[in-house]
């Protein structure tokens, strides 16, 4: 089924948030900030990784002023319908177009972060005013976020036929034109860096809205990539839950739920947090087999990811074996890791935002079995993952140069749906452990997982409400603060801080609360009492260099 994706990035007044008027400028024929153009490489310069995902084809679907739906393939027409029916090479473009939407990663100290690409068409007429003397030009769009945004895009508990919008928090973007591709890693990669390192602030932001429906007896995706000026006067009416069913009045973009899921969550994987200290108990073991993978130390991490694959729920998580399989690779034991990869792809994980995850072991197998000079059982794996959805430039080229007589006829793999995929799956509304309700919540708070965090220090407060109080509230206070929910964050916060009398906090736990009330001031506008709030986390012992100069333009 061919892939379609919706992409709009419009630049909207808040006093037009919602005005069809398309103007008469192409949101892509001018940079919303002018990149440094590299023109060669750099060998301190972040890596950008190959192309992780990608979209070739789309369908838009607009709401003409004479009242008739229009749709084209890779284009989001005008609203006015006198412009779709000119013939000018500038309007045939739409408001919008693309050629190909790509996912990579970039790492910048230690931090992984994402990188959409969005390549399209775009010109100028020689003769403006006349329309006349028409130039085709190529154009690309980046834009970077920190790697867990994405798996806010698609709430665990998401619900058909309700429109869903997140923050993605942009670090850096910017627009080339009639760019070079042999430097165009080089370009971005040195904005990022310099974005990073200057610790400035991103001139616009990125929204993503979603809008799963289900009609026809297809599970459909609806949604709409919106770029805003990165102020809170900007974007905030777009998070506004009164507007949500404005966002797709008039436009959208339409694929299949499923594409649109693996496009999203093209990694898979769980963001963990660095554990290098000594494990004390079986989680401890494997998140510190997984920091150790992320930094090389493959044999430590075999070690480690051994000890919590004895003891549940590890023994039974797929990204146990996954990891150490890949390990094992890195150090030349291609039959150990066949054997964990073969135990990975048994356990698949009941819970689908782990689904790209598992399709990436099957192609990692496909790895080690090529390099075990077992080319029929690589490309075996190879074309299972693909025909499971799995998209990856890789994977293809994979296919491309050592499978092009094989003959695949269908999938052979063995495996059994494993519910409890992770730590924490229970419900925490129907757990009576105090710690193991705390420690879950923490857990899914560390891994990016606000929501259902918030719902394990819900119930932690209710089975103990004075143990960890103080940690409760500022962690369920960073919780609503990530789901912009500001004002229910000052409160938690505000209990905090009113616990921190009778509990003697650390400085470390108080100068983060004073922090994150201060945000949460800042994003409702109080900028006099944000300001407050950053100088108390100031005296708390804030040193973070990106947090204090931050405060430092707010509070000029």
């Not at 066949?338 to 790895?367: C, E, H």
Request: hydrophobic share 35%; net charge neutral.
């Amino acid at each position: 089924m061919k892939q379609i994706l919706a992409i709009i990035l419009y630049l909207w007044a808040p006093n037009i948030l919602f005005s069809q008027d398309p103007g008469s400028m192409n949101p892509y024929l001018k940079p919303q900030q002018e990149p440094v153009i590299v023109e060669r490489s750099k060998n301190n310069l972040p890596a950008l990784s190959e192309t992780r995902a990608f979209i070739e084809q789309a369908m838009g679907w607009t709401l003409q002023d004479d009242g008739k739906w229009i749709s084209e393939e890779n284009r989001l027409l005008y609203n006015k319908a006198e412009f779709n029916q000119s013939g000018k090479a500038f309007y045939k473009l739409g408001k919008e177009n693309f050629e190909i939407i790509e996912l990579r990663d970039v790492t910048f100290e230690n931090e992984t972060y994402v990188v959409l690409l969005i390549k399209f068409k775009t010109g100028y007429y020689e003769f403006p005013i006349l329309m006349e003397g028409w130039h085709n030009q190529q154009g690309i769009s980046f834009f970077v976020f920190k790697n867990e945004k994405l798996r806010e895009v698609i709430p665990e508990k998401m619900e058909f036929n309700h429109v869903y919008i997140t923050n993605m928090e942009i670090v850096c973007s910017g627009s080339l034109v009639d760019y070079d591709k042999n430097t165009l890693n080089s370009t971005i990669a040195y904005n990022i860096q310099k974005t990073l390192t200057e610790k400035t602030i991103a001139s616009h932001n990125l929204l993503i809205a979603i809008w799963p429906v289900q009609t026809g007896g297809q599970s459909l995706m609806r949604f709409r990539l919106i770029q805003v000026m990165n102020k809170k006067k900007f974007y905030l009416p777009y998070l506004e839950l009164k507007n949500r069913d404005k966002l797709f009045r008039y436009s959208y973009y339409e694929m299949d739920y499923n594409e649109f899921q693996n496009f999203i969550r093209y990694s898979g994987s769980m963001p963990v947090q660095q554990f290098t200290g000594n494990p004390q108990n079986t989680e401890d073991f494997y998140k510190r087999g997984v920091t150790n993978y992320s930094m090389g130390n493959y044999s430590q991490s075999i070690a480690d990811l051994t000890q919590a694959a004895r003891f549940q729920p590890y023994a039974d998580f797929f990204l146990t074996y996954a990891y150490r399989a890949n390990a094992r690779q890195k150090v030349g034991d291609y039959t150990g890791a066949m054997q964990d990869f073969d135990r990975a792809i048994m356990l698949k994980p009941a819970d689908q935002s782990y689904y790209t995850a598992w399709l990436t072991t099957i192609y990692n197998r496909g790895v080690a079995k090529r390099n075990l000079k077992d080319i029929s059982g690589a490309c075996q794996d190879w074309h299972t993952a693909v025909q499971l959805g799995f998209k990856d430039t890789e994977t293809d080229n994979a296919i491309k140069e050592y499978c092009k007589n094989f003959r695949f006829t269908g999938s052979t793999l063995n495996y059994s749906t494993v519910s409890s995929s992770a730590p924490g799956n229970a419900s925490p509304e129907m757990q009576m452990d105090y710690f193991k309700v705390y420690w879950d919540g923490v857990w899914k708070y560390e891994n990016g997982n606000y929501s259902e965090a918030l719902r394990y220090f819900n119930r932690a407060l209710e089975l103990k409400p004075q143990t960890n109080a103080l940690s409760i509230y500022s962690f369920r206070g960073n919780c609503k603060l990530k789901l912009n929910d500001y004002t229910g964050a000052i409160r938690d916060f505000d209990n905090a801080i009113a616990l921190s009398a009778s509990q003697p906090p650390d400085n470390t736990t108080m100068k983060s609360v004073y922090y994150n009330r201060g945000l949460a001031n800042f994003f409702l506008g109080n900028t006099s009492i944000a300001c407050s709030d950053f100088q108390k986390s100031l005296n708390a012992g804030m040193t973070d260099q990106q947090s204090i100069n931050f405060m430092k333009q707010v509070c000029k």
